[in-house]
């Protein structure tokens, strides 16, 4: 999941092809469907991005009582209106009402706080769940921004490399030489620095026991004389989210592929390319697209049928774009990663989100 942060946006207003009382004020690459004549392009309004879980009062003063996502009606969820994709709340909440939009855009403030706005959790169902205990050596997975809402992650014609986002679990493996210690974690349970003790019933843990991933980060150290080894991984199949690839979580066909790995050389921690590195040893998330960045390249990638079942059997989640030589990004003030997702994967029904 990316970072939650509520902010005040400059608008770009486009007309809404088929409803003549909305238009589309566009955030980034996202658009919203506001009423017409309630912005211009070139005003500030504040953005409510995805999964953003709002209070009571500010839903009713934005009029949406009982028409968000959730049991509570109180989570914002992509929707398609009138045709076309609405993603996030474009707004000016009256508890800003003294606030210099203009000027809190250009600083980056962040009113999540003030306005009483929190980042949706999804539940953890009891097969992701177990015993836990403290990991302070678990390398960390880092939050993905979504390319529409920062287009500048990457420069037009980059080098980079798009991988399928595949909709499961986030397995985390941290293999620490020396001590030869595994420790096995969720993103949820990573970002915590907690790991989960082993259990046959786990998840997590039958993944990496059945592919052999912890005897790989092993031997990848030793390879590269590294301190530690993380490996990263989804789980996918029935009994994990409503997109399966054919797999099932609840028997032997439990399904697994890695998107990442790092490792500690030196002192300091690296991002690698996981194909170069364990290609052949453990499966891999497919690679869909290398060469220049193209925005609209990239969201037609990120469309279209799964390419893990060998049978598309139903849709794309997203994509995942990373650049072809890894390398540090000031606009998330970190590694340059993004993802890319599928407006048909924001808008299914019955969609689960399991972390």
Known sequence: ??????????????????????????????????????????????????????????IEELGLTGRLAG???????AVRLRGELSQGIVCRPKALADVDLVRAAAEGTDFAERLGITKWVPPIPPTMSGEVESAP?????????????????????????????LHGSACLVTYVAGEERVYVSSKGFGSKSLALKEDPRNLYWRAVRGH???????????RLGARRVGIFGEVYGAGVQDLTYGADGRRDSLGYAVF????EIDGAVRWLDAGELIGGELPLVPRLYAGPYDSERVLSVATGRETVSGRELHLREGVVI?????????????RAIAKAVSPAYLTRKGGTEFE
């Open 137 to 165: 050596e678990l390398l960390p997975w880092v939050d993905i921004e979504n390319i529409q809402r920062y287009p500048g992650i990457f420069a037009a014609g980059e080098p980079v490399v798009l991988t399928e986002k």
């Open 260 to 263: 990442d790995v790092s490792a």
């Open 1 to 58: 999941m990316s970072t939650l942060r509520v902010t005040a946006e400059v608008l770009t207003v486009h007309e809404h092809p088929d409803a003549d009382a909305l238009e589309l004020a566009q955030v980034g690459l996202y658009r919203a469907v506001v009423a017409k004549g309630a912005y211009r392009t070139g005003e500030v309004a504040v953005y409510i991005p995805e999964q953003s879980v709002l209070p009571s009062g500010l």
């Open 322 to 334: 990373r650049p072809a030589v890894e390398r540090y990004s000031p606009v998330t003030g970190g």
């Open 212 to 222: 052999g991933v912890a005897e790989v980060a092993a031997r990848l150290a030793e």
């Open 71 to 77: 049991s509570n009606s109180d989570r914002v969820k």
